[in-house]
Every structure is written in structure tokens, then in C-alpha cells.
Nanobody, 125 residues
Framework: QVQLLESGGGSVQAGGSLRLSCARS????????MAWFRQFPGKEREGVAA????????HYADSVKGRFTVSHDDTDDTMYLQMNDLKPEDTAMYYC??????????????????WGHGTQVTVSS
């Protein structure tokens, strides 16, 4: 069983920054990918960023590329999402996910079976 715990959400003004954390523990097994998703009220969950810790490979949604940076600390198996130049449209519940995922499909929620409970990010104009 894999456990994921997100933290770092909050309320900021447009142009501000937040740093989200996802601490992973438990039986990781073949898990090779950790990812951030977000969900707007009444909308489908969408991929934000992903990282393959063993290789350092990173992926981003077009909407956040250049503003967000995903990273992983191998010492405590924690994934981070540094979010800069936040916009009101970034307001959402952000979720951490972990699983074995082939390159190219990181953005699809259906390929992840392990999820955190989410942390809220609110950006005001």
C-alpha cells in the first residue's frame, strides 16, 4: 500500500508563488512516476506535471509550462511543485499521484491508482 500526503496549498494573489509537497511512503514497488493533477469544480481532473525520479524526466501541461517546476527529493521520497506567477485560473484542488506509468501517458488520471487527498490552491485577482 502506498500513502501520499499533500501539503502547501493556500490562498495567494495573482502573481504570487506557492510550493506544494507530496510525501510518499509505503510499498512503492515498481512505481516509477509521481505526478500532480488538479481539479476545478465540476470539471474533470487534469494533469499538471509529472516526474520520473529515477531518470529525472519531467513533463508539464502547456498551461503551466514555464511557471511551474516539479522536483523530487530522493532522501525522503517527497515530490514538490514550485508554482510561480500564479493566475486565478490556477485555482483548484491539487492532487498527488503515484504509480507505474509509461512515458507519454502521465497526464491521464486513469493510469494512476494511488492518490493523495488533495490540497486547495486559491488565487485571487
Amino acid at each position: 500500500q502506498v500513502q501520499l500526503l499533500e501539503s502547501g496549498g493556500g490562498s495567494v494573489q495573482a502573481g504570487g508563488s506557492l510550493r506544494l509537497s507530496c510525501a510518499r511512503s509505503g510499498s512503492i514497488g515498481r512505481h516509477n512516476c509521481m505526478a500532480w493533477f488538479r481539479q476545478f469544480p465540476g470539471k474533470e481532473r487534469e494533469g499538471v506535471a509529472a516526474i520520473y525520479p529515477d531518470s529525472g524526466g519531467r513533463h508539464y501541461a502547456d498551461s503551466v509550462k514555464g511557471r511551474f517546476t516539479v522536483s523530487h527529493d530522493d532522501t525522503d521520497d517527497t515530490m514538490y511543485l514550485q508554482m510561480n506567477d500564479l493566475k486565478p485560473e490556477d485555482t483548484a484542488m491539487y492532487y498527488c499521484a503515484s504509480d507505474y506509468v509509461e512515458y507519454g501517458i502521465w497526464y491521464a488520471p486513469r493510469f494512476f491508482e494511488n492518490w493523495g487527498h488533495g490540497t486547495q490552491v486559491t488565487v485571487s485577482s
